[in-house]
């Protein structure tokens, strides 16, 4: 039952608490719909807009619900944490040219909207069981920001950094500060932006782990008393093996940001070479390290030792970007398991690309007719739950096809499945990819199309949510996970 993500919610008053959790039911068994498909009845219609205007209804306060919730999933989870951080553009088109949305920042000459920072917990086991979402900061740049009215709102909000390297702070402290009563290891994961000097000494000097991709721009290595590039200092190490791995495609059609960072490509399979060791950094000057951010001020290091793990696809195809990684760790790359460990910690980075598909796609955030920051923010807050239970399935067929059912899913979704589609057949020996195609058929997906897509799985979840609430079930995922 996803609504039991803000079974602690405290807005100040309990008919709002109750409100809040029947509008995240809502959402979660229609979440692609348009809000009058969701509430056909004009006053259910009506309350749901005045919910999401209500000034005392509180972002922050349904974000910390659903991170409560998540942080107390990441402690019964009993292993290794990852927390995978990045940040993402939520552009919300203008259908008329007189209708601006108040406070939202502007993208484009036809379309507003915000950045969104997240933090989201993932269970470093066979399944790599996503477990929420434990920091959100929701931002716009200086450059985007239209009147002083909309400045002061977002300063309000802690969303407009006079840095917005910040923001990767928030999300790292938010997190820790979520997580004080685990008991297992706890590892940030970040892309090329977090891979920077500044931010890398910052994180070893609070005592966290991290597996973080190299900003090859902005970090120098010594040898001996030479200042050399990050992959000259490893050219003379040895590669310790290869590993193989299946990359998914990239369209071409992107922005050119996007397609700058992250060429597109065609899906394969590579062989990816790798090696690892340990170096020196060396602290960069203000003028070669195009970075002003700088949390530990005049404790920064000049020099910093951090474990390398580099990855090289060496044969791409013809007209393929070559994979080429650099990670920095704090783990221990002594052999080769550890090396191999720290690339399947950066590999798992895909799951919250996928979660912000769940919540463009999956949701249709970026679509939503509000006519206000504040109002996006409360809806936003409501679906941040609700794409997570839809990355759930996608991550664990993904992840761990051939585990059984039992460890997703919960006893009456194979019952309903049953009655929706008796041609389905489904056992005790299914296993979860064997669930999730199912789900997916009663969306209409084809098999021979491959794996199904964010609307097909979603229409068929609709399906099955609807049948579970006439077996006056509320459990799509088994006690482990509702926990």
Not at 39 to 52: G, I, K, M, P, V
Not at 160 to 178: P, Q, S, T, V
Not at 233 to 258: F, H, I, V
């Amino acid at each position: 039952d996803v609504a039991s993500e803000l079974s602690d919610v405290e807005l100040g008053d309990a008919r709002l608490n109750r409100r809040a959790r029947r509008m995240l039911a809502a959402l979660s068994g229609n979440p692609e719909r348009s809000f009058p498909k969701i509430w056909t009845d004009d006053s259910d219609l009506e309350a749901a807009y005045r919910f999401f205007g209500n000034v005392d209804v509180e972002p922050k306060e349904l974000l910390d619900a659903h991170a409560t919730k998540s942080a107390k999933r990441a402690v019964a989870a009993g292993c290794r944490i990852l927390c995978l951080h990045d940040t993402s553009e939520l552009r919300i088109p203008l259908y008329f040219d007189e209708l601006r949305r108040s406070n939202l920042g502007k993208k484009s000459s036809r379309q507003q909207g915000f950045d969104i920072h997240v933090g989201l917990l993932v269970a470093d086991d066979a399944m790599a069981t996503p477990l929420g979402t434990v920091a959100m900061q929701a931002f716009i740049g200086k450059d985007e920001v239209p009147d002083e009215q909309a400045a002061q709102f977002w300063r309000d909000r802690g969303g407009l950094y006079d840095n917005e390297m910040k923001r990767w702070r928030d999300g790292i402290l938010d997190a820790d500060e979520k997580l004080l009563g685990r008991t297992q290891p706890l590892v940030h994961v970040g892309d090329r932006e977090l891979g920077r000097y500044n931010m890398l000494a910052w994180m070893m000097s609070i005592g966290d782990d991290f597996v973080v991709r190299a900003a090859l721009d902005q970090l120098r290595a010594a040898i001996g008393k030479n200042r050399v590039t990050l992959p000259d200092a490893l050219t003379s190490l040895p590669w310790a093996g290869t590993l193989e791995a299946n990359l998914a495609s990239r369209p071409a059609n992107r922005s050119g940001k996007a397609t700058k960072s992250h060429p597109s490509r065609r899906n394969r399979k590579a062989t990816l070479s790798f090696r690892a060791g340990s170096v020196d950094l060396i602290r960069p000057s203000h003028k070669d390290s195009g970075e002003t951010y700088n949390p530990m001020g005049d404790q920064l290091p000049d020099t910093l030792t951090v474990n390398v793990v580099e990855v090289l696809e060496q044969h791409p195809p013809a007209g393929e970007p070559a994979i080429h990684w650099i990670l920095t760790t704090t783990l221990p790359v002594d052999t080769i398991q550890q090396q191999l460990d720290v690339v399947r910690c950066y590999r798992r980075r895909w799951i919250i690309e996928e979660f912000f598909r769940a919540l463009k796609q999956g949701c249709k955030f970026e679509r939503r007719q509000l006519d206000s920051a504040w109002g996006l923010l409360v809806a936003l807050t409501l679906f941040l739950p609700v794409a997570w239970s839809l990355l759930l399935m996608q991550t664990a067929a993904a992840e761990s096809p051939n585990a059984p059912w039992r460890q997703l899913f919960a006893q009456p979704v194979l019952t309903a499945i049953r009655r929706l589609a008796p041609h389905i057949k489904l056992g005790a020996a299914s296993t979860v990819h064997d669930v999730y195609m199912a789900i997916a058929k009663l969306g209409g997906h084809l098999k021979r199309n491959g794996m199904p897509g964010w609307h097909t799985l979603i229409h068929g979840l609709s399906t099955l949510v609807s049948a579970l609430k006439g077996m006056n079930s509320k459990s799509l995922f088994c006690d482990a996970i509702n926990a």
